[in-house]
């Protein structure tokens, strides 16, 4: 049976309606492989084997160098989908606004961008038709009072008291630390009941990282990530008011990664962006808006 928005295909267009139909639940279904990382077996790197010199170890590639576009990677004659974890809801199209927002902070080679890719789906070039969607997060203008006061540190929890099919993400996790360097560090999870979260036996949760330095006033550091909890993991989770360490997760894949000079209000729009639909996020942003609210 075709999807619905192919229920009536043109005569002209039935051959490549047939092939979207056959490969349409298998572009969607949840597969482990998504948790590997840099793996020489995979079919992109079968077909493109010359990007894996350009791949970190966690899976992540150097997008210098390379024709990066907001919903996909084109190179030599392909069009490579990006990770299934940087998808909307992990299930949709790719977060597009988040990868737009990534790209334009390595403009003029302020920052080093890398990002995961798609191991195990890609197409011609010549077949893939770009989309749009009208759903942004941007994050709001933010203190570099409250951001660069090195005593403003601890952590902060916002909570959904209600939950229901209109609040799916019931807490908020926020932790700022000091380290050794003199730098800021952000550690930022969520607890999610979303649908989208709950896939392959895992509960998947979105987790930012990322350095500030209070000196300069800007962030030099910011990656992004999901754990995978399985049910029990997610419940011992639950009881912490606190951001756990990765261990505490069954399964961890890091799908992006900036270095370099990150302005505040773009590490705003990627902190929003990455956490799209969950607006605790907003509402945390919202409150380092002004250097007159309470400590981050």
Known sequence: MLPWHLADPKDEHLIATLLEAATFKEYYVFDQAIFATKDPTARLYKEHPELLSDTDDDGLLHTAGYEATAQVLFHRGSAIPYHRLLRRNFAGHVNDTLTQTLLQTTEGGAARLRLALNEQHFMAKSAFTSYFEHDYWFGPPLSATVLDDQYKVGTTVHADPESGLRHEYPRLYVNWAMDKEGHKVVQIE???????????????????????????????????????????????????????????????????????????????????????????????????????????
């Not at 949760?205 to 995978?228: K, M, N, P, S, T």
Request: with cysteine; hydrophobic share 30%.
């Open 190 to 296: 969520e607890l999610s009941d979303e649908s989208g979260s709950n896939q392959g036996g895992y509960r998947l949760l979105r987790y930012l990282h990322a350095i500030r330095d209070i000196e300069r006033g800007i962030f030099v550091h910011c990656d992004g990530a999901v754990r995978a909890y399985t049910p029990e993991q997610y419940e011992r989770r639950c009881g912490k008011d606190f951001v756990t360490g990765r261990e505490s997760a069954s399964r961890y894949r890091k799908v992006f990664r900036l270095d370099g000079h990150i302005s505040t209000d773009a590490w705003s729009n990627i902190a929003a962006g990455w956490f799209r639909g969950n607006t605790l996020m907003l509402e945390y942003l919202e409150g380092l808006s002004s250097s007159g609210d309470p400590a981050p």
